[in-house]
């Protein structure tokens, strides 16, 4: 993994299953924090995204989590994101189609709202699209 672009960890794409390695960018948007997911997350790489939530917190009332890049979610992912949601105020951007089969058959996406086109809805339908930036829905 190479460390650039302010604190960014990002696997080199030379490397053999470089998609599937997690990382994870930060930037802000809008007044809120955009924590964007990359990669494959499982129990070991959940507490990166857990730590990573925690940290923008601390600085920011709100978060978003992008998860057009999230190639695989396991449950301790989704775990992590519903316990964050409890206490902090987090959307849930893009998700990727597999993390919105995830979310409908658990019935997690009811506990996250998302935005298309200036309307609420939940993200249990079809994902956000916007040119390939973060839609934020404060």
Excluded: I, K
């Excluded at 309307?119 to 994902?127: A, D, F, G, L």
């Amino acid at each position: 993994m190479s460390s650039a672009n302010g604190g960014e960890s990002r696997p080199d794409p030379t490397t053999p299953h470089a998609a599937s390695v997690p990382y994870l960018t930060q930037r802000e948007q809008a007044g809120a924090r955009a924590v964007a997911v990359h990669g494959a997350f499982d129990a070991s790489s959940a507490l990166l995204l857990a730590s990573a939530l925690q940290d923008a917190a601390a600085t920011r009332t709100t978060l978003v989590v992008d998860a057009a890049g999230m190639t695989f979610a396991g449950s301790t992912v989704l775990n992590v994101l519903l316990n964050f949601h409890r206490n902090h105020r987090l959307r849930l951007a893009r998700p990727a189609r597999q993390f919105l089969r995830v979310l409908e058959l658990t019935g997690a996406g009811n506990a996250f709202p998302g935005d298309r086109g200036g309307r609420r809805r939940r993200v249990n339908r079809r994902p956000c699209r916007a040119a390939g930036q973060t839609v934020v829905a404060v």
